[in-house]
């Protein structure tokens, strides 16, 4: 499993040389994967990963090693909340108000989540509307046990590698990027915002120029799913 650990050092370089004052963080995504390659990664130094499936996380995470911090970055079904809150050390896509008012309710103590953003607006994909957020921030401290740790920001797919998509992604970046300093700067008690979660193996260098703190990165660690 040299491989894993020789990709990690790879992205850990572009993180080093991208931001030299380490202010971001690599998440490992494992979805799909087979313990013994997850189990290269937190060799090779990986602390955060980010994991979609409730169940997928309670089967392969059931048991794990002490100081590593496991969160959600697939959609939360409702009938799912109770077993994510037992094993999740946070869930980073809450996308409405539904979601944060039953988990709230299923808790008896502090939650770290990040609010899931739909930076470009696409219908196919989760997420709250940019023009929502603040609004919604403002009003999140009416769930007590949930702390907003961070924006998680969904990115549309780059359609090929023209420079016009290019600058439009990065474009959509910069964007949650700005309405993320915004927000942080109100500093609501409820909503640190001290994250920004954002790029994947495509894209997380641009995310990375744009103030990104955590990069989603699956296939570039692993190799293609199965
Ligand atoms: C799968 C996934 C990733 C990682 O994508 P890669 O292209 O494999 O790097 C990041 N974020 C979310 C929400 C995902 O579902």
Redesign the pocket.
Known sequence: MSEIAERIGRIMERIEALRPRGDCRLMA?T?GQRWDRIQAAIEAGVRLF?E?RVQECTQKWAVRPDGLEIRM??HLQRNKVKYAIQVFSGIDTIDGETLAEVLDRHLSRQLSVMLEVNAGEERTKTGMLPTAVRGFLETAGQWQRLRFDGI?A?LPQARDSSLGESKRIRGLMQETAELWRICQRERWPWAPLVELSMG???DYEWALEAGATIV?????IFGP?Q
């Open positions: 995504v979805k980010g979609n970055i697939g998680l969904m994947m193996t495509s989603r990165i699956g296939q570039g799913r």
